[in-house]
T-cell receptor, first 113, second 116 residues
Framework: AQSVTQLGSHVSVSEGALVLLRCNYS??????LFWYVQYPNQGLQLLLK??????LVKGINGFEAEFKKSETSFHLTKPSAHMSDAAEYFCAVRGLGNEKLTFGTGTRLTIIP | EAGVAQSPRYKIIEKRQSVAFWCNPISGHATLYWYQQILGQGPKLLIQFQNNGVVDDSQLPKDRFSAERLKGVDSTLKIQPAKLEDSAVYLC??????????????FGSGTQLSVL
């Protein structure tokens, strides 16, 4: 079974600073990895995903993530934080075949003005 | 394009009462999911429908939870009787086809249930 671990339930960064949200996965097969974002009072929406090919994946709103098999990681980054980035971020994994999407516990990102 | 619609937005009930949530997925989406999101945790899949058939309900507490998707379109999730630990946000999601590889899920805003 696949699982993901998100390190840090709360992360605070200053506006304009680097955003780094950590995600490590556990999978016995090559995984498909996702980052979803949940803004207050809204549903989750897909930020980016890794399936195959290029290990550096670019998503919406300036976010990107790099799949590192040797470290079993899929950390989310953004060079310069914006106030509108304040939200909860979920890392998720799916294995091969028709397997369910398994989410991490989430990281709440706060942006300090 | 209209998104996934859910109602009600909030619901407060007492334990042992029953409650129902409704979801209308994006038009044409074959797969529908119900997730439970307890405060401080990630969403957990309760049930997955492919058209009007159940694909995965392994984590659905079947003694108290039930779900149906008549005609392969909208869906209802019911809890009867509710327990305190059922307090959570219930998220509905849909996807165009069967989940594979990078299939994207579209989520509704959820129903926040408080059981007192």
């Amino acid at each position: 079974a696949q699982s993901v671990t998100q390190l840090g339930s709360h992360v605070s960064v200053s506006e304009g600073a680097l955003v780094l949200l950590r995600c490590n996965y556990s999978s016995s097969v090559p995984p498909y990895l996702f980052w979803y974002v949940q803004y207050p009072n809204q549903g989750l929406q897909l930020l980016l995903k890794y399936t195959t090919g290029a290990t550096l994946v670019k998503g919406i709103n300036g976010f990107e993530a790099e799949f590192k098999k040797s470290e079993t990681s899929f950390h989310l980054t953004k060079p310069s934080a914006h106030m509108s980035d304040a939200a909860e971020y979920f890392c998720a994994v799916r294995g091969l075949g028709n397997e369910k999407l398994t989410f991490g516990t989430g990281t709440r990102l706060t942006i300090i003005p | 394009e209209a998104g996934v619609a859910q109602s009600p937005r909030y619901k407060i009930i007492e334990k042992r009462q029953s409650v129902a949530f409704w979801c209308n997925p994006i038009s044409g989406h074959a797969t529908l999911y119900w997730y439970q999101q307890i405060l401080g945790q990630g969403p957990k899949l309760l049930i997955q429908f492919q058209n009007n058939g159940v694909v995965d309900d392994s984590q659905l507490p079947k003694d108290r939870f039930s779900a149906e998707r008549l005609k392969g379109v909208d869906s209802t999730l019911k809890i009867q009787p509710a327990k305190l630990e059922d307090s959570a946000v219930y998220l509905c999601a849909s996807s165009l086809t069967i989940p594979r590889e990078g299939e994207k899920l579209f989520f509704g805003s959820g129903t926040q249930l408080s059981v007192l």
